[in-house]
């Protein structure tokens, strides 16, 4: 799945695509279907993908290290198919740590407090052509513009069962008529990307390239979309590049060290929000935030991203004190 070009583009921070190549593929390898699995952990001895398939044997189905020096991990598994939910098993040169982490780039996650990834197809047939042709014309800087602010699960549940969150189809019925109505021109959601902790929100992301199962498919999450566009209703995503949470599935300590965050704990461990930080300095993080970036455009057609806790990246003594 990777060229040398892919692999010169990732090292220099400079490969915006990455969701095209990482996570789980569900290709046809020599006359085969199954799914081709690549993760990068590159302090890693051993990498093996453990799931449905293989009735979570960690010796299984082991994956390859590519002599490229990049620290990517990849094979092929005809037995994985679409549904099948999955993790990689790592163990680390490193002080013999071995764990089992979610996909950094799974498209699909299990409902919490659940971790598995799911492998997971993004084939999804439009009907928002003429918003898309169009958009550039409607989203310019001087036309009119008056967006909603809204977390999924708390702005409409079933009258019958107000416990039972409502999914993305169900909203996609009610939303876009209330917005018209309200004369909305956008919506602004908070974060849907899949994350542990209902209470924070969606700011606490565990699967940076899944939208939260807790209200439906990926499909589903496109449909939404779909229909928003379809009536003329444009869509921005909270993006959150800023931190994610010590869950031990998550990318945290992925291979053993410090991967994703920064070491240096003054950097790494963000005081308020007890998360880890990225590590900005660091080119393969870089082309997975601008990649995660990227695939939400690219994959769900949002049409902007509103950053969150921007000062919290840009200040080293955000909510520090003094010395």
């Given at each position: 799945?990777?060229?040398?070009?892919?692999?010169?583009?990732?090292?220099?921070?400079?490969?915006?695509?990455?969701?095209?190549h990482l996570g789980a593929q569900v290709v046809m390898h020599g006359g085969v279907r199954?799914?081709?699995?690549?993760?990068?952990?590159?302090?890693?001895?051993?990498?093996?993908?453990?799931?449905?398939?293989?009735?979570?044997?960690?010796?299984?189905?082991?994956?390859?290290?590519?002599?490229?020096?990049?620290?990517?991990?990849?094979?092929?598994?005809?037995?994985?198919m679409p549904g099948h939910k999955y993790k990689y098993h790592i163990r680390s040169r490193?002080?013999?740590?071995?764990?089992?982490?979610?996909?950094?780039?799974?498209?699909?996650?299990?409902?919490?407090?659940?971790?598995?990834?799911?492998?997971?197809?993004?084939?999804?047939?439009?009907?928002?052509?003429?918003?898309?042709?169009?958009?550039?014309?409607?989203?310019?800087?001087?036309?009119?513009?008056?967006?909603?602010?809204?977390?999924?699960?708390?702005?409409?549940?079933?009258?019958?069962?107000?416990?039972?969150?409502?999914?993305?189809?169900?909203?996609?019925?009610?939303?876009?008529?209330?917005?018209?109505?309200?004369?909305?021109?956008?919506?602004?959601?908070?974060?849907?990307?899949?994350?542990?902790?209902?209470?924070?929100?969606?700011?606490?992301?565990?699967?940076?390239?899944?939208?939260?199962?807790?209200?439906?498919?990926?499909?589903?999450?496109?449909?939404?979309?779909?229909?928003?566009?379809?009536?003329?209703?444009?869509?921005?995503?909270?993006?959150?590049?800023?931190?994610?949470?010590?869950?031990?599935?998550?990318?945290g300590y992925f291979d053993g060290p410090h991967l994703y965050e920064h070491m240096d704990?003054?950097?790494?461990?963000?005081?308020?929000?007890?998360?880890?930080?990225?590590?900005?300095?660091?080119?393969?993080?870089?082309?997975?935030?601008?990649?995660?970036?990227?695939?939400?455009?690219?994959?769900?057609?949002?049409?902007?991203?509103?950053?969150?806790?921007?000062?919290?990246?840009?200040?080293?003594?955000?909510?520090?004190?003094?010395?």
């Amino acid at each position: 799945m990777f060229t040398e070009q892919d692999i010169y583009l990732y090292k220099q921070g400079r490969h915006f695509r990455l969701y095209k190549h990482l996570g789980a593929q569900v290709v046809m390898h020599g006359g085969v279907r199954g799914t081709y699995f690549g993760v990068w952990a590159p302090n890693a001895q051993k990498v093996s993908v453990i799931g449905d398939f293989n009735y979570w044997d960690n010796n299984t189905h082991q994956l390859n290290a590519r002599g490229d020096g990049s620290g990517i991990w990849e094979g092929f598994v005809p037995e994985a198919m679409p549904g099948h939910k999955y993790k990689y098993h790592i163990r680390s040169r490193f002080q013999g740590y071995s764990v089992d982490k979610g996909d950094p780039f799974g498209f699909y996650w299990e409902t919490a407090p659940s971790t598995a990834s799911i492998i997971w197809q993004m084939d999804y047939q439009w009907g928002d052509e003429e918003w898309m042709q169009n958009r550039r014309e409607i989203n310019r800087q001087d036309k009119p513009l008056s967006i909603y602010e809204m977390h999924l699960g708390s702005w409409m549940r079933d009258p019958d069962n107000p416990e039972r969150l409502l999914s993305y189809r169900e909203i996609a019925e009610r939303l876009p008529g209330y917005l018209l109505d309200m004369g909305f021109t956008h919506v602004e959601f908070m974060p849907v990307a899949e994350h542990p902790f209902y209470g924070s929100w969606g700011y606490q992301i565990l699967g940076f390239f899944a939208p939260t199962s807790r209200y439906g498919t990926p499909q589903a999450f496109m449909y939404l979309i779909d229909v928003l566009h379809q009536h003329g209703i444009g869509v921005i995503l909270d993006w959150v590049p800023s931190h994610f949470p010590t869950d031990e599935v998550g990318l945290g300590y992925f291979d053993g060290p410090h991967l994703y965050e920064h070491m240096d704990p003054r950097k790494g461990f963000h005081p308020e929000w007890k998360s880890y930080i990225f590590n900005y300095g660091r080119n393969e993080g870089v082309s997975f935030l601008i990649s995660n970036a990227l695939f939400w455009l690219d994959y769900y057609h949002i049409d902007g991203l509103r950053l969150d806790a921007v000062a919290s990246m840009l200040y080293l003594n955000y909510a520090r004190n003094d010395g």
